[in-house]
């Protein structure tokens, strides 16, 4: 699955849920404004070993916006352009409009405001190619990808996500008003979750199939959660440790004809039931029962099907899984899921799971892969330090 979703994260009160199952990794959002009502004076603190925005506490409204550096930009101009993203991202997300905003009211309530960057394979090449670990490249080809829709690869992401879409569309401006000299956009997908508030804290998505979406995924509170997650100093590439990598995938929904398969047959498609998620094999045990991959039916025949989704995707090896984070998208024209998930190598996590669903996934009938990027998250930065530092060392 599209993943993603709250999947194992709480939502709600930042400051109670955040430091309860994130309590080492993702620091408390701070109140900008003291005792209002509602939560849009919540900061979320871009500081850290990590960068924000990637094991917080999933906000509702994320848009990924994927630059293209322009010719010019050499190395001496991305120290400069790392320079302004850093100021930037300190000031709109502690609820200050950066250096010159005409408009500094927009950013006063920033709504958990983050901003996570990631650089492509292109801007790591200018820099030196030889910084740029085997995976960041375009992923090997899948038989049902759909890809050259303008929604592919890119320099620089940025992922700019708050339970508010006010902040987000500013800092997005703000950003681009600062990027544009040395960077054009390349795209934008724009996604989102069940506001903040629709739904109890501790609820997991729903897909715009109308699945629980989110329900088995790593948790920082796993003891092995680092080693699927962060990039190591002992894999290579120094400069990335602390960071993440990060696929970006564009999923098309076929919602007319899935609307017309019956519903034991779309519960069967993924192995679990539409009305809360549990597993078909224990049916009545909620989303989080076990799934028992060996039940058998009284005919012999397994209970979730060989070619089930949940099948297909389950890693056996615990150091193959990912970090699912996708969102819905729904342009009016087309809806689907902006499949983000985060790992420490996609070419032995995202990859070997993609080739088992683009072999036999059921699935397959109904979705359609329409969009491909892959990043480098940045390793995050103190107060002081500059992001992207350790790459133009
Ligand atoms: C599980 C939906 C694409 C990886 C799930 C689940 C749903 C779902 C409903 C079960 C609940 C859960 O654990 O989250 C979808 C939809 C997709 C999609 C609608 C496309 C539109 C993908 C892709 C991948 C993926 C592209 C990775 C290549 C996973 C994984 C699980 C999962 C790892 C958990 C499997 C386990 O139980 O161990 N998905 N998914 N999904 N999906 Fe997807």
């Known amino acids: ?142 038989e049902h990808d759909e890809l050259g829709h303008g929604f592919d ?22 950003l681009h008003r600062d990027l544009d000299r040395f960077a054009e956009v390349a795209w934008v997908q724009q996604g989102f979750r069940q506001s903040r508030g629709s739904e109890a804290s501790d609820h997991t998505m729903r897909n715009l199939m109308g699945q629980v979406d989110g329900t088995v995924n790593p948790t920082p509170e796993e003891d092995d959660f680092d080693e699927v997650m962060w990039v190591d100093r002992g894999d290579g590439q120094a400069w990335l440790a602390g960071g993440s990598a990060f696929v970006l995938r564009r999923i098309r929904m076929e919602l007319d004809s899935w609307d017309r398969v019956d519903r034991p047959g779309r519960e069967q498609t993924m192995g679990r039931t539409l009305s809360d998620g549990a597993p078909l094999t224990n049916p009545t045990g909620g989303e989080h029962a076990p799934v028992d991959f060996d039940a058998k039916n009284a005919l012999g025949l397994p209970v979730i099907s060989s070619a089930a989704h949940i099948r297909r995707a389950h890693s056996v090896d615990r150091r193959e899984r990912i970090v699912r984070r996708a969102v819905n998208y729904d342009d009016g024209n087309e809806a689907g899921l902006l499949f983000g998930c985060f790992q420490r190598n996609p070419l032995t996590q995202f990859v070997p799971i993609q080739r088992r669903l683009d072999e036999a996934d059921l699935l397959n009938e109904w979705v359609t892969h329409t969009g491909s990027a892959v990043f480098a998250v940045l390793p995050g930065f103190k107060s002081g330090e500059i992001l992207g530092a350790t790459l133009l060392a």
């Open 153 to 174: 690869g890119g320099d620089l992401l940025l992922i700019v996500q708050a339970d508010d879409p006010l902040p987000v569309a500013h800092a997005a401006r703000m």
């Open 1 to 142: 699955g599209a993943g993603g979703a709250f999947g194992g994260f709480s939502l709600g009160r930042a400051d109670a849920s955040a430091s309860a199952r994130f309590d080492d990794t993702t620091e408390p959002a701070l109140s900008v404004t003291g005792d209002e009502p509602g939560f849009g004076g919540e900061a979320l603190p871009c500081h850290g070993e990590h960068q924000a925005g990637i094991v917080s506490v999933p906000a509702t409204n994320v848009r990924h916006i994927a630059y293209r550096l322009r010719d010019e930009t050499d190395r001496a101009s991305l120290a400069g352009m790392f320079r302004v993203l850093t100021g930037d991202i300190e000031a709109l997300t502690a609820g200050v409009g950066p250096l010159a905003d005409p408009e500094p009211e927009l950013a006063a309530r920033p709504a958990r405001l983050s901003v996570t960057v990631g650089v492509g394979a292109g801007l790591v090449d200018r820099v030196d190619p030889r910084l740029r670990p085997a995976w960041l490249a375009p992923l090997p080809k899948f």
